[in-house]
């Protein structure tokens, strides 16, 4: 019910007594019958005919001018039927005027201060059925200022403790909404005088705890994601799933995995434009700076994106600066005006272009091109930052134009190409100050002016030494040597001649040290390795032959030592002995495989090696361990080398031979052993 199903008025209709025809007419007409035989009392002797009731339900009167009673009031059935009746007509119609329920009262039209108890609480639950927290609230303050004394106090009681639990149900709503706020001004509209009101301050301190957990959660996500640590953002963005609250563990947990995941693309991005700007190359860093500036405000690797692209733009300013410091302007300037403005770098770009243009026209290297880098550097304002630099290059350029007027000038006079005109070249730019910007160029000119008339003057000395040299015998290449030699050390051509004299001493010394080689190989040859070494060893240490001289020497002597074992070899193994033998194979194995003895020396030892066997299996008949110790001096390099060791396993079976397996008896065989498995 609504209050607008209320009725305007609790008041009730005035009840009217009713008349006796209104009791006849609710109970029923009567109908007299003639009862024969027992007229009435007064009657007369006539008969008197029935009288009907007119439309009202009236007797009609009698005849005027009678003072007769009418007869039917003497009836004694008429008198019964009405004592029973109307009686019962008005107890009837009192219990339906105490059983019949008032009007529902109009409640917003009451005056408060002189409602009942019963008024107030019917309209206090009215509200309250609306589950606002308004209409709660409207309800509690109804019915709580009634009195404890009220026969309706505990009824009261009870609802006021189910509306205060209903309001803090709506505040909780409220909070699990992610309305924090409202939730707490919704619980402290609970009374304090109410017995829920404990209830609202554990509920509220809950809530805070709840709200500050998450709150909590939410920003170690979010600083692991500006440390781009995506595993422990997404680690710490699922305890969100463990709060006590709808709104943190849904809406705000589905929030953060969204930010997470687009936050790693763009911390992928980042990473991505850091890996093309460590490249180092202008179209790389240009890459890196657009994708940079794709990353938008809301990501929270933004703020290190909008670090990152001054970075980049730096490291283009440094690229062209390398190419300025190394002259190369045209391309310094080409890297610098490609700097984005989104570098913030558009003041430094500027700055660094003015510079670069004036140094590439100071670099043309006359007056003209220094005049107009002059003019370009005083063009800049000295509010710029690089205004002290412009003007420390204009008076730079200044004292090159006086310089590069003498430069010119000497390089003039130099052209002509003669000591002379080189001469008074170098004097020219001598003028040029060595601390002056074009000094170091002067410097350089005046050295190069010094050469050309170096070789001028020794060119001579040169050319006659080789003309003396094309004989290459040893008097030739003396006088040669001779002649180069007048070009002292620290002339221009100095260098030049030391090698051509080094190609004619290396001459002179092998035709001094052939006949010496020739004479020991021929020696080797015949077989006299000795004397051989002997002769190339009058060969000095450093000469042109020295180094193959000495090669020889060491494979003679290589041979000898060959010879040598392979005769104590054979000497040795005469005795016949395995320790004899051992020896002697021991000794022919020193011989190289490219000596010439290498292959008599390989014969011999499988002969040796087969006498070791033969004497260890002679051996086995008495001495097993013994015939295994000879056989084990046999090289692995021999002939029977293999059959040696299939000898030693065989005697090794027999000296420890394998355990036979052992029998146990057998019950159904009684006679028998059985093998045990």
Known sequence: MTERDIPES??????KEPDITTILSRSGQVNETKMSGVPPADSSSKSVKQSKPNTYGQLPPSGRGSGKVPRWLKSWVLWVLLLTLVPG??????????????????????????????????????????????????????????PQSHPLR???????????????????????????????????????????????REQITDWEKIWSEAEGIYQQAENEMREQHWHDAFMAAAKLLRIDNKFWSSIKYDELNRLITTAREDGDKLAKAEN?????????LLKAIKIAESIQKESYVYQKAQEAIPQFGRT????????????????????????????????????????????????????????????????????????DKAQQLIARWQLEIQDVSKLEKAREIASQGTINDLTAAIA??????ENNPRGEEARSEINGWVAQIQTIEDRPYLERAEEIAVLEDINSLGAAIAEANQIRRGRALYREAQKKIAIWTEKIE????????????????????????????????????????????????????ARENWKRAREVALTGTPQALAEAIRLANRVPRSNILSSDASIAIDQWSQQLLDIARSQSGSDIPRAIE????????????NAAQEQIRSWREFLNPTPAPEQQFDPLLPNRLQPQQ
Not at 428 to 433: G, M, S, Y
Request: aromatic share 4%; proline share 4%; glycine share 4%.
């Open 510 to 561: 092998r035709i001094e040290d052939q006949p010496y080689l020739d004479q020991a190989r021929e020696l080797a040859r015949s077989g006299n390795l000795t004397a051989a070494i002997n002769v190339a060893q009058q060969i000095p240490s450093g000469r042109a032959l020295s180094g193959e001289a000495q090669a020889a020497i060491d494979d003679w002597r290589s041979q000898i030592r």
């Open 10 to 15: 609790w008041s009730l209709g005035k009840a």
């Open 276 to 284: 093309l700007a460590q490249s180092g190359s202008v179209d790389n």
């Open 428 to 433: 020219e730019a001598q003028q040029v100050p």
């Open 154 to 200: 505990s009824e009261i009681d009870r609802f006021l403790e189910q509306w205060s639990r209903d309001i803090l149900k709506l505040a909780d709503e409220s909070f699990q909404q992610g309305k924090l706020e409202e939730a707490i001004a919704t619980a402290k509209q609970i009374p304090e005088d109410m017995a829920a009101h404990e209830l609202v």
């Open 630 to 641: 000879t056989a084990n001096l046999i090289p692995r390099n021999s002939a029977v080398y």
């Open 316 to 387: 283009m300013l440094d690229l062209a600066q390398k190419k300025l410091d190394n002259r190369e302007a045209d391309e310094a300037i080409s890297i610098a005006q490609q700097i984005p403005l989104s570098t913030g770098l558009q003041s430094e770009t500027e700055d660094f272009v003015a510079i670069a243009e004036a140094q590439r026209n100071a670099w043309i290297g006359n007056v003209a091109g220094l005049e107009t880098a002059i003019s370009q550097a005083q063009q800049i304002d000295p509010s710029r930052a690089v205004y």
């Open 89 to 146: 007509s008005i107890a009837f119609m009192a219990t339906s005027m105490l059983l019949k329920l008032p009007s529902a009262p109009n409640c917003p039209s009451i005056f408060w201060p002189l409602a009942s108890a019963s008024v107030r609480l019917h309209c206090a639950q009215l509200a309250a059925s609306k589950q606002t927290v308004k209409d709660l609230l409207q309800a509690i303050a109804l019915v709580k200022q009634l």
